[in-house]
């Protein structure tokens, strides 16, 4: 039973970690410009995966404006897999959500040739 509560432990504090290193802005950003872009028939969670990487890697890069070294993810490290699962998220609700305005809008909006003539 220790090795288990030992492993949840683990688990709550990578989890927290991760919580706190948490930047959603880059994401969000990207998820907000995939979904404007997004066709109907592609799937979200493709998207999702294309807006994390570039966002990952400005995330990484940002330092560099500083004047820092560039600070890249150990993808080996239970925090970093947290955060990348939240991000995946996060950008999977961002481009839903847009998709959905999108949908709403052109359901609301005018149509084409719709009017008569008078």
Partial sequence: MGDFT???WAMWDSTQAALIGLNPVPVVIFGLFFGMIQSRRMPAWILAIL???PAVVITALLPRAIG???IWPDVLQLEV???IAM???IAYATIRI???IKLTLSLIGP???S???V
């Fill in 51 to 53: 807006a994390v990487i």
């Fill in 111 to 113: 149509k084409t040739n």
């Fill in 81 to 83: 897999q947290i955060q």
């Fill in 68 to 70: 820092y070294q560039a």
């Fill in 6 to 8: 030992q492993f949840l």
């Fill in 98 to 100: 847009m998709g959905l």
């Fill in 87 to 89: 991000l995946l998220l």
């Fill in 115 to 117: 009017h008569k003539a």
